[in-house]
Every structure is written in C-alpha cells, then in structure tokens.
C-alpha cells in the first residue's frame, strides 16, 4: 500500500473511522453503550457518532451491562449487527450470561440455524491508576469459550482492520482494545475495503534467535526488548497473535522450529493465561524437538491490579524482563 | 421530630465542610497531577453521604459508592488515612491497593466504596442477612446512584431484601445524571422511590441537599429495618458540582444547571439553618469551618509524608 493512501491517527481515530466506515455501508450496524453519546464514550472512541448517525443508531444505555450484551445477542439474531461498548472489560462479568450462556452458543446448539453478527469492545488492562476493578485483562475466559472469536488489536492500522472485520464477522466477535494504546499514532490505511482477516498471527519484527509472542501494550515493551538487545546483536524475532481464539498457531510454530526459544507474554495474569495455551500447542507441535531451552512464560503476577502506580507497574511484565529472559534464554546471564 | 443536640449539630456542621474540604484539596492534588488515576467527586452531594451515616448507630454497617468520600467522612473515617489512600500510600486504609475508589475499613464496618456500579447492592444484603442470622440489631446502609439503579442488581437485592425482611437501608443519592446520562434518559419514571412499590417495601424521596430532611429521615428508616420489618429505600434528590470523573468536561449539561443548583448548596444551607437559628455564634461557626479546614491539611501533610508501600507488598493479601 502507497503510504499516500495512509494517514497518521491514534489508536482511538482508527477504531472509530473503522466502526464509521462500517455504519455509512451497512444500516443495519448499530452501536449501543454507556456514555456513547453526547460524552463520546469514556475513552473517547464514539466521539462525533451521535451526530452522524443519530440516535436511532447510536444508543446510550441505562448502566445495564446485562441489558447491552443481551439485547446485542437478540438484535444480532435477528437481523442487526450490533456493536457494543462495554465501558471498561472488567464489567463483562454483568453481560458473561448473554455472551455466553446465549451468544457464543445459539448458532451450534441450533444446528446452525442462526447467526450472532456481533462485536463486544473491551477497554482493558491496566496503567491508569484506576485499580482492581477497572484494569483487569480477561481475555482468557473469553478464549475459553467456543462460538466466540476474540481479537487483540496493538497498532491504530490493525484497530482499524480488525474493528471493520469484526463488524463483518457473522459471529460475536470481542474486541479487546488496551487503553494504554489509545492515544498511540500509526499510519492507517483510508480505503473503506481495508480489512485485517480474523484468524491470522503476524510476524511484527523478523529476528533468527529466539521467538517472543506478546499482544497488546505487551508487545511495545517487547519491541523496546528487541530494538535493545539488537545492539548486541541478538535478532528477536517477534509475533503478534492478533485473533487470541481461534489462533493461528502455524507462524509461532515455524518461528520456534527457526529459533528454538520461545517466550510468550501477557499483561493478564500468568496463572490460566493464554500464554499457557500457546506452550502447550507449541510443546504438542513439531516444534517441540526444536526447542533449546525451557520456554518463558511471562506473565502478570498472579494478584488484582493494585493501586499504588510503583505497585500497578510492577505487576505485570516488563521492557526488563524480556531482556532478562532472552539473556537466559541465550544462556549470556 | 427527632430531637437535634447542640453536639450533634456541631459535628454535622463539621464534617460537612471537612467533606467538602477533603474533595475541594483532592480536586486540586488531581489538577496538579498528585494524584495516580482519577477521582469521583461529591461536592455538592455532601448532605446525603455525611448525614445518612450519622443517622446510623455504633455498629451499623456501610457499603459506599464509588463517589464515596462523604460518605465515609459522615461514617467517621479518618481523614488521614483517607487522603493516604488517594495518594496510594502505606498507611492508606487499603495500604495503597485500593485509592479513593475503594476506601474500606471492615473492622468497623465500613464495607467499602465499590468501583462496579451497583456492586453493592446484593452484598449489603448478604451483610443484613448476618446481622439478621446472628441477631445483632444492627442495620446496613447501602449507598448507590441513580443510574445504578438500572442495573439487574438493584432489582434482585430490593426483592430479596424484601422477602427475607432484611435490616437494609438502600440510599440512592440522585444527582440527576449517570455519568453523562440525564436521568429521564434511563428510566421512565419522576422518582426512583417508586421503584420500591414493585417489592412491596417503603420508599421515600427526599431532598437529598437538606441536612435534616436526609437526618431525620435516614434515622427513621434505620428504625424500621431495625425492628425487624424489612428493608426501606430512600432516593435523595441531590446535584454534583464537579464532572463525573477527572477526564469529564460535562458537554451534556448547561453551566446554568450547575449555578442553579448551587443556590442550594447543602453546606450552606446548613450553615443558614443554624443561623436562623441562633444555634451558634457566627464565631462558632467559622471556628468549625476552619477546624474542619486544618484537619485537611493535615491529612495532606500525612499523606505527603507516608511512605509508599514496598515492592514485596504485592503479593500479600491475595488470600487469607
Ligand atoms: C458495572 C459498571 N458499569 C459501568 C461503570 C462505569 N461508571 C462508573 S460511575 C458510572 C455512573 C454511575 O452513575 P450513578 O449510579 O448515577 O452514580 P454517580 O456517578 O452519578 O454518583 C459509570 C457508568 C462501572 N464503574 N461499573
Ligand atoms: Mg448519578
């Protein structure tokens, strides 16, 4: 692509001319959360919605989590495309019974006689001070749980292609967006027919000796690793599973039978992380007799995200310790 | 009527400014960045959350809001560990895990200020149902807004509270907005009281600026909860001054609304009572008010001077 068909935005632009795009073509998107109106929603991403396409599409709920994800399900079944905002991840806890119980479930348990066109966004993760309850990551119930497709986007450009291939998806699609990305800047692609394929890993930096796989504002601390340890000429090379379930494992199994080293990294907590499930697929593959050293799993600590800011940093994974890793990893610490 | 000591009165008028001196000082540690996160402010709402709590009896128990810091001014938390909280120090109540969202004290029954809207709800009932289990006589006030009252909880705790006659006050502070969201845009009805009708339980509206209104009324509700005849809500008509949150600059809303509801500012109000009243001298009140003020500073001064928890607190409390 000519980088003249691209422009420079945040993370939050992208993910809302990605959501625009998709209104203007289809009628039968709708947008329903807290605050998404007037306010714009609470990170900004709605911002001007209301104006273009008014209030019979851009739909500000009563605080009623339980309500947004079931109505989604009903509207979804029955013709709309409905995308929600769940203002912050952590009260997806109010909607789970909708997505869960109701959505994710529908079409296999009817024999495939409908269709859950739906998008849930999840503001996650943790660096704003907000505390437990506002900085959670849990985005590995959602990997656990068939009929749902869950999505992780790191860069404005691939906000923009995997909210649009979301919104296009005929099942329920959660959107997990880490708020510490919004005001990040990339160039973004402006043709309306630009979409990410749901269901694909990316190698993000080519390396030779040893593999990290991280998403999120994980992987820009992985890349700080990379960009470091490059000075000493070790190459990382580094992968981005943009779909976390079902993921595409075929890329991080090529790039551990090349290196023979693997970390995978999360902000979520390490303990039942969906760092597990990419070791175990990785140990089960060809992959594994390739392998030269143990893999590393980093993870958040296993504790809710605690307040104090020197205390919230230190909770999950870090630039450091992925260099510390590569080092033992490489047998140099 | 319920009978008003000079005492009483003067440690109403006290902690109502305390409170609005606490979020006033919070405001602007927040304004020149002190503060990690955000905050929710209740100025403005200030007779609601500090006299419902002084209506409450030695041994009563709380469950806060998240825009919970008159509240827990008015249950008698100490505004030193308080404001090291909101600073994320050691000798915060939480020792820094929490912040001003989750402010706590379980030993003397403060449950906690709630982060998830309408959290609150079904665990006040689960805490009525231990005074109620073990026959303590003791009554839990359970805190919330109005646009947490749209959420499936408030309805499952109301009707539970209801059927099992649960020592429970359910106080709604209404300040005309959730977050962003004007109040006729998320429910069809004038009064969240209304709401009460459907469980079969008394519910009163009130005007939630007016000191002795929510005292007296608060106080009575205790007492039926207390005798044993299930649980009351009580919705108090109030306003925020400030926005939702640090980020919000309150584009849903017209300034004049703000200045309207200023007239009625409830410290002030306060204040005219007790000298229409001759209560106290005007000495005597501006005495209070400066107390009130000192105490706050220094709570910023011992927050200031804390220390910030160590690195290998992170892994303690996870579990018991
Ligand atoms: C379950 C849940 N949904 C959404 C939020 C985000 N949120 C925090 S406060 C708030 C508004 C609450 O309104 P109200 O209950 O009226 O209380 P107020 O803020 O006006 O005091 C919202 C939507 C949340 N914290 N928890
Ligand atoms: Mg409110």
Redesign the pocket.
């Known amino acids: 692509m000519k980088t003249s068909d691209m422009t420079k935005m945040t993370y939050r632009d992208a993910i809302r001319l990605g959501i625009t795009e998709e209104m203007r073509l289809d009628r039968d998107v709708i947008f329903l959360g807290e605050d998404i109106g007037v306010y714009g929603g609470a990170f900004g991403v709605s911002k001007g919605l209301l104006e273009e396409f008014g209030e019979e599409r851009i739909l500000d709920t009563p605080i009623s989590e339980g309500a947004i994800v079931g109505t989604a399900v009903g509207a979804a079944t029955t013709g709309l495309r409905p995308v929600c905002e769940i203002m912050f991840m952590d009260f997806i806890t109010l909607g789970l019974d909708a997505l869960v119980n109701q959505g994710a479930k529908m079409r296999y348990m009817f024999g495939g006689q409908c269709r859950v066109p739906m998008v849930l966004r999840l503001p996650a993760g943790s660096g704003t001070g907000a505390a437990a309850q506002h900085s959670q990551s849990l985005e590995a119930w959602l990997c656990h749980v068939p009929g749902l497709k869950v999505v992780t986007p790191s860069t404005p450009a691939q906000a923009k292609g995997l909210i649009k291939a979301a919104i296009r998806d005929n099942n329920p699609v959660c959107f997990i967006e880490h708020k510490m990305l919004y005001d990040t800047v990339g160039l973004v692609p402006l043709d309306d027919e630009y979409t990410l394929e749901i269901g694909k890993t990316i190698v993000e930096r080519p390396g030779k000796d040893v593999t990290i796989v991280a998403y999120g504002t994980t992987l820009a601390k992985a890349i700080e690793a990379a960009e470091f340890l490059d000075e000493e000429g070790i190459r990382v090379e580094i992968l981005n599973p943009l779909t976390l379930y079902p993921m595409d494992m075929k890329p991080i199994i090529e790039s551990v039978i090349k290196t023979g080293c693997l970390i995978v990294a999360h902000e979520a907590v390490k303990t039942g992380g969906v760092g597990g499930e990419i070791v175990a697929r990785v140990v089960e593959s060809e992959a594994f007799d390739y392998l030269t050293a143990p893999i590393i799993r980093l993870g958040g600590l296993d504790v809710p995200i605690p307040f104090n800011q020197e205390l919230e940093a230190a909770a999950v994974p870090q630039r450091n310790d992925f260099v510390h890793g590569v080092y033992r990893l490489l047998n140099r610490e | 009527m319920i009978e008003l000591s000079e005492e009483l009165l003067l440690r109403m008028y006290y902690k109502m400014n305390q409170a609005r001196y606490f979020e006033e000082k919070l405001d602007d540690l927040v304004a020149k960045g002190q503060v990690h996160g955000t905050v929710h402010l209740a100025i403005g709402q200030e007779a609601s959350g500090v006299m419902a709590c002084l209506a409450l009896e030695e041994g009563d128990l709380v469950s806060l809001s998240h825009r919970g810091h008159a509240q827990a001014i008015g249950f008698g938390l100490d505004v030193n560990l308080m404001m090291a909280e909101c600073l994320g120090k050691y000798t915060g109540y939480c020792k820094g895990k929490g912040g001003s969202m989750h402010i706590a004290d379980l030993e003397n029954g403060n449950l906690g200020a709630n982060g998830v809207v309408g959290g609150g709800f079904n665990l006040s009932c689960g805490a009525a149902l231990t005074q109620k289990y073990h026959q303590t006589g003791k009554v839990v006030l359970c805190f919330a807004?109005?646009?947490a009252t749209n959420e499936g909880s408030f309805h499952e705790s109301l009707n539970l509270a209801s059927v099992w006659k649960l020592p429970v006050v359910f106080f709604i502070?209404?300040?005309?907005?959730?977050m962003s969201n004007p109040i006729e845009n998320h429910m069809n009805i004038e009064n969240i009281s209304d709401r009460s009708e459907a469980y079969n339980m008394p519910g009163l509206t009130i005007d939630g600026n007016d000191f002795l209104d929510v005292y007296n009324t608060v106080t009575k509700a205790l007492r039926y909860a207390r005798a044993g005849k299930g649980p009351v809500l009580i919705e108090a008509k109030t306003y925020r001054y400030s926005g939702h949150s640090k980020s919000d600059k309150q584009v849903y809303r017209d300034k004049r609304e703000v200045q309207e509801w200023r007239k009625k500012d409830p410290v002030l109000k306060m204040k005219e009572y007790l000298r229409e009243n001759r209560i106290f001298t005007e000495k005597q009140i501006l005495k209070m008010e400066e107390e009130a003020s000192l105490s706050i500073e220094q709570a910023v001064e011992f927050a200031k001077k804390s220390p910030q928890p160590q690195l290998n607190t992170i892994l303690e409390d996870v579990y018991a």
């Open positions: 807004g109005d646009g502070e209404n300040n005309q907005y959730g």
